[in-house]
């Protein structure tokens, strides 16, 4: 019962953060994002794998919009719930590691205003899930370090198992503990049949999305390879390293160094020295990589937070003073400052001249042209009006054509738009060559007359007998590579369309 006295403080944050992202989708949150519509694609091909991700997301996306359907609000209500549940299991990790209310308040608070926390959870993707299985899995660890019970490694196997069917990074998250044992005390668990069974749980709950890229040409490492070689490319070692300070939200980043310090340096933490490592090889792997998205590392700092909580109100050992009442104060003004800049509850509009004022320039991870809004935004707008732009070239085309065409989305933004929104206006499923889309394959279209979004596909023009510019979709908000896009109709495939899907393939 003492262990359970005062959850009400971390169930308080939890359901502040849950409520932050259920008004914000309440208010329409801007629009559907791109990724989301491709989710939604992929949840209607369900497989043991996707090209750029594991199964289990998808699965869960799945049930859910079955059950609840796929409005805006209903498609981010997991990454709200679990976003809650990570901040949740943030505070029962501080509480572990010795916490106490104060130290716990400082770890929620700053798991609550980090940036990339909001941003993640603001959309459906797999990150929302990650965030929470390294969470969970470093709450097994401390029990696993405080009462060396061996009742947890099955439980760490089958969590990182999860993880790992979820998002491949959780791979980071099992180097950090295998070399945790190694280079702690805790390396007399190697002596026993346990860490070995968890591997092997983990290993057998991923091995269905293993056996899926095996039997696909290795296509998920094909990816990995193109988008590393290609929209990611301008990141480099140093941008990861300097961005860990400003996607965590400045103003967190006493309580994680501090936390960092704690698990690695300081006597009082030697017994859950494993948890800093997990952090401590994750962020080298990272670094090695060169190319590596700031943003990868961020469900690390869920263990960091819940340290440097500890420490804090350790170290400076007047719990309940001054220090910890402006600590928490700076933490919820600049959370309430900067979470419009990663969650959209301002209209588009406001937010504008929001950013403006803090003199906050669009942003991106991918080296693309950006105009008044970062991508994370601008990926909201447009999708609707594609479809019904392409929706009025279709019913255009005599009955013959319409009865033959199919429309071709050159990126699974622009094709699950149409998959999205086309069938109340009367359209086919789209195909297109990008990602899990292109194993999709044409399906019975034959190329006699296709409707294409975009003119970025290399050649396509040459390949049919003739093309015919139908219309443009103009787009204020959008990606400039979105906004006012051509609608092209092509007709006469002058070969196969097998052997002109295997031209267009393309994994990034």
């Not at 459906?124 to 061996?150: C, E, I, P, Q």
């Not at 960092?260 to 800093?276: A, E, N, W």
């Not at 787009?475 to 896009?485: G, I």
Request: aromatic share 12%.
């Amino acid at each position: 019962m003492a262990w359970r006295a005062g959850l009400g403080l971390i169930a308080g944050l939890a359901l502040i953060k849950l409520a932050l992202h259920l008004v914000t989708n309440g208010l329409g949150g801007y629009g559907i994002f791109r990724d989301e519509l491709y989710y939604l694609a992929c949840s209607r091909h369900l497989d043991l794998g996707y090209v750029d991700q594991p199964p289990l997301s998808i699965y869960l996306l799945a049930a859910h919009t079955r059950l609840f359907g796929d409005s805006l609000f209903s498609l981010r209500l997991l990454p709200a719930l679990f976003g809650a549940m990570t901040v949740f299991a943030v505070g029962l990790l501080t509480r572990e590691l010795g916490g106490g209310r104060w130290a716990q308040l400082l770890a929620g608070l700053a798991s609550l205003v980090s940036i990339i926390f909001l941003g993640m959870v603001s959309v459906y993707s797999m990150n929302a899930f990650d965030h929470m299985v390294w969470a969970a899995v470093a709450l097994l660890v401390a029990r696993l370090s405080k009462t060396g019970s061996s009742v947890y490694w099955p439980w760490i196997g089958v969590v990182v198992g999860l993880g790992l069917l979820n998002k491949v990074g959780v791979l980071w998250l099992g180097a950090g503990i295998a070399v945790g044992l190694v280079a702690t005390g805790e390396r007399r668990w190697l002596r026993t049949r346990w860490p070995w069974l968890a591997g092997l749980l983990a290993l057998a709950l991923f091995s269905p999305y293993i056996w899926w890229n095996l039997t696909h040409d290795m296509a998920h490492l094909e990816f990995i390879r193109n988008a590393t070689a290609g929209k990611y490319s301008g990141l480099s070692a140093w941008t990861f390293v300097s961005e860990q300070l400003l996607v965590q939200n400045p103003v967190t980043v006493p309580v994680w160094l501090s936390g960092l310090i704690f698990l690695l340096v300081s006597p009082s933490g030697r017994r859950f020295r494993m948890l800093g490592w997990i952090y401590v090889v994750s962020f080298m792997i990272l670094v090695l990589n060169g190319h590596s998205k700031a943003e990868y590392l961020s469900p690390a700092y869920t263990i960091l937070f819940a340290a440097g909580g500890v420490a804090l109100e350790r170290w400076l050992n007047r719990p309940g003073f001054a220090w910890a009442r402006v600590v928490l104060a700076v933490q919820l003004v600049a959370g309430l400052l900067l979470a419009p800049l990663v969650i959209p509850i301002l209209p588009v509009e406001t937010y504008i001249a929001y950013a403006e004022t803090l003199e906050v320039q669009p942003s991106t991870s991918e080296s693309k042209e950006l105009s008044e809004l970062p991508q994370s935004y601008a990926d909201m707008f447009g999708w609707q009006e594609k479809a019904v732009a392409v929706a009025e070239v279709y019913d255009s085309l005599p009955p013959e054509d319409r009865s033959v065409a199919a429309v071709l989305g050159v990126n699974y933004g622009r094709a699950g738009a149409i998959d999205h929104f086309g069938p109340e206006l009367g359209l086919p499923f789209a195909i297109s060559s990008h990602n899990s889309y292109w194993l999709w394959g044409p399906r019975d279209f034959t190329g006699e007359v296709v409707i294409v979004m975009g003119g970025e596909l290399e050649g396509l023009e040459a390949s049919f007998e003739s093309v015919e510019l139908a219309g443009r979709v103009p787009c204020r908000f959008c990606m400039p590579y979105e906004s006012d896009l051509p609608i092209f109709v092509y007709r006469g495939l002058k070969f196969p369309i097998a052997e002109l899907w295997q031209r267009l393939k393309h994994y990034n």
